[in-house]
């Protein structure tokens, strides 16, 4: 089965930073790599998606890249915010949309 | 409002006893999940199931058992079987046609 690595497990940053997170996958089927965002206590959302045929997404101040041939992809946040506390998991699905999760960044960002 | 609903948010009992968690959806779509979460191990996945009275085992099904006689409802049962019960369990939907999963807010199962 599709097994996904995450890292680094904690991330600390200062308010107007960049927070990189970066995911590795192990099926070559997978083509489907979303991005969650989880607050204490609450269910995971979904923030950025992408899709195999993409090599990048943009979403203001959240873009996602993808390595198909090195099978990885990274979550890029820019001028972060205390807001963007949180922890964040990657994913990767084949055909069934069916998520493996990574095991979660816990990103801090100080004021 | 639409959305994935869980009961209840916080669940206690004592060991040895089956547990129920309830999960509705009012989204009508077709799959749903259910997921464990423990601290540092990510989200795992129990069960799913992509069309009323059908549903597949996930990574970590032992000990836990499921039934889907409503498209809108997928209720799980933790039973004694489950030798650390305690976690974070959380249900999900999709479209069969669509890709973002849809989460529920979640519920604390402590077994003391």
């Known amino acids: 089965g599709e097994n996904v690595e995450q890292h680094p497990s904690t991330l600390s940053v200062q308010e107007g930073d960049s927070a990189v997170i970066k995911c590795t996958y192990s099926d070559s089927a997978s083509n489907y790599f979303p991005w969650y965002k989880q607050e204490l206590g609450k269910g995971p959302q979904l923030i950025i998606d992408?899709?195999?045929?993409?090599g990048e997404k943009k979403d203001q101040r959240i873009a996602v890249t993808l390595n198909k041939t090195a099978k990885h992809f990274s979550l890029h946040i820019t001028e972060t915010q205390p807001e963007d506390s949180a922890v964040y998991f990657c994913?990767?699905?084949?055909?069934?949309?069916?998520?493996?999760f990574g095991r979660g960044t816990s990103l801090i960002v100080h004021p | 409002d639409g959305g994935i609903t869980q009961s209840p948010k916080y669940l206690f009992r004592k060991e040895g006893q089956n547990v129920t968690l309830s999960c509705e959806q009012n989204?009508?779509?077709?799959?749903m999940y259910w997921y464990r979460q423990d601290p540092g191990q990510g989200l795992r996945l129990i069960y799913y199931?992509?069309?009323?009275?059908?549903?597949q085992k996930g990574d970590i099904a032992e000990g836990y058992s499921v039934s889907r006689e409503k498209k809108e409802s997928f209720p799980l049962t933790v039973t004694s079987a489950q030798k650390n019960p305690t976690a974070f369990y959380l249900c999900?939907?999709?479209?069969?046609?669509?890709?973002?999963?849809?989460f529920g807010q979640g519920t604390r199962l402590t077994v003391v």
């Open positions: 992408i899709r195999s045929n993409v």
């Open positions: 999900a939907s999709r479209q069969l046609r669509g890709t973002e999963a849809f």
């Open positions: 199931s992509q069309i009323v009275n059908d549903f």
């Open positions: 989204l009508n779509h077709d799959a």
């Open positions: 994913a990767a699905a084949g055909g069934s949309y069916i998520p493996t």
